[in-house]
Nanobody, 124 residues
Framework: QVQLVESGGGLVQAGGSLRLSCAAS????????PAWYRQAPGKPRELVAA???????NYADSVLGRFTVSRDNAKKTVYLQMNNLKPEDTAVYYC??????????????????WGQGTQVTVAS
């Protein structure tokens, strides 16, 4: 199992900002198709944002205009910039990605690899 490492969560006041990172930097795998999910207590996990290999982005309606997903392929890292945070954004945020690596000319894939999650708490 490939490890995705998330960071950047924390406690912030409503209206504040946080930037989450998801990195596969310690593995030989590159991030192909990443997405961010979140899960609040008592609620199902929901898709927050996704970004394709070509940079096309997709957002949940609840975060559109406030969150921005981006990627740095050289650093094998995906980011989620969260602005104008609201108390309802409080959740554990997870990174999930399809990964690939090339060994001796052969491509290997790992699908739907999840990070460990990072807590985001927005105080009102």
């Amino acid at each position: 199992q490939v490890q995705l490492v998330e960071s950047g969560g924390g406690l912030v006041q409503a209206g504040g900002s946080l930037r989450l990172s998801c990195a596969a930097s310690d593995s030989p795998y590159s991030i192909d198709v990443p997405a961010w999910y979140r899960q609040a207590p008592g609620k199902p996990r929901e898709l927050v944002a996704a970004i394709s290999l070509g940079g096309v982005t997709n957002y949940a309606d609840s975060v559109l205009g406030r969150f921005t997903v981006s990627r740095d392929n050289a650093k094998k890292t995906v980011y989620l910039q969260m602005n104008n945070l609201k108390p309802e954004d409080t959740a554990v945020y997870y990174c999930v990605a399809d990964l690939s690596t090339v060994v001796a000319g052969q491509t290997f894939h790992e699908y739907r690899q999840w990070g460990q999650g990072t807590q985001v708490t927005v105080a009102s």
